[in-house]
């Protein structure tokens, strides 16, 4: 899913390209994308984007009269820069939005269709749209803190709520917890003042410094290469091989849809974390330590 830096890229490009801009034709190819037609899709065309911003990892487009678009594009939704007019076609084609300068594709890959677009009007319905989580970039650490500790839950969980932090998804977590040191399984009020404070200070960074690269690696092009797996990322998508840091072994705990990867001697003292399936399978057989993990020649290989 587009998490923090890669929907603050998708709102510069798209301010530099669309604002100003009028909006000649919406070419909707699949109508579950749309969720709420109050006004009506068809109303946007011929009228004139005044300014594009976010709210959370949803992507707005503002319209004259108080009229908005807001995109989720969810796991698999991408946005794609074309041609005036560029062929809409494909089986992951969601729809287009033609522009004199060029055309807006929209994209899910995979059978799932979860991306959406609202229809929204006045300015009071859009904050609607917003879950309350703090932007975790500009807030101060005693703001981040209150945050944080406004409900009891584990730190993965905590950094991943909307209502609690804006735009942080599972990849930037997994990063976010590794430059901090902290188990993705702390409870959040276990925190000293000083790890939430350490944990301010690697989001921050993170988050700052993957931008800052998405920007260097696209420059004035479209981005069009948006993952979540980035081979320089420390420990997300990383699971068998060596922690940058220690050169441990990354481990992962596999949840629902999700995964959670971390450096079992950089961030939890040692302790290897129950995998829920993979542990009650192996039962006893589970390491619980690094010396157990690294003796396993399959959970331990690098």
């Known amino acids: 899913m ?7 890229l998708y709102q510069e490009h798209f301010s530099t390209l669309l604002t100003g801009q009028r909006l000649e034709k919406i070419r909707l190819r699949h109508p579950f994308l749309l969720r709420t037609v109050d006004p009506p899709l068809p109303s946007f065309e011929g009228n004139t984007v005044l300014a594009v911003s976010r709210i959370g990892k949803q992507i707005v487009w503002e319209f004259k009269g108080e009229l908005y678009l807001i995109f989720h594009l969810m796991v698999a939704g991408r ?5 005036a007019g560029a062929k809409a076609g494909g089986r992951n084609s969601l729809a ?3 522009f004199s300068a060029g055309s807006v594709l929209l994209t899910e890959a995979g059978s799932r269709r979860r991306a959406s677009l609202h229809c929204v009007r006045s300015r ?3 904050r609607a749209f917003d879950r309350g989580g703090i932007d975790p970039v500009n807030a101060t650490a005693a703001a981040f803190r209150a945050a ?3 409900e009891n839950h584990t730190l993965k969980r905590a950094l991943t709520d909307p209502r609690l932090f804006s735009g942080i ?8 917890l590794h430059r901090a040191g902290l188990s993705p399984f702390r409870q959040t009020r276990a925190l000293s003042e000083d790890e939430a404070d350490r944990l301010h200070t690697a989001t921050v960074a993170i988050l700052r410094e993957w931008t800052e690269k998405l920007r260097k690696e696209t420059g004035d092009t479209f981005p069009e290469d948006v993952t979540a797996f980035r081979p320089d ?3 997300h998508g990383k699971f068998g091989r060596p922690c940058p840091v220690c050169g441990t072994a990354v481990q992962r705990i596999v949840y629902a849809e999700n995964e959670c990867n971390y450096c079992p001697r950089c961030q939890t003292g040692g302790s290897v974390l129950a995998d829920r399936s993979l ?3 192996l039962h006893s057989d589970w390491p619980r330590s690094i010396e157990e993990l690294e003796a396993d020649p399959v959970l331990g290989r690098k």
């Open 2 to 8: 587009p998490e923090y830096p890669d929907i603050t």
């Open 79 to 83: 946005f794609h820069w074309r041609i």
């Open 96 to 98: 287009a939005f033609d």
């Open 124 to 126: 009071e319905s859009l």
């Open 148 to 150: 944080l500790v406004r």
């Open 169 to 176: 998804g599972n990849a930037y977590s997994d990063e976010i």
């Open 233 to 235: 990322m420390a420990v």
């Open 279 to 281: 542990s009650r399978l």
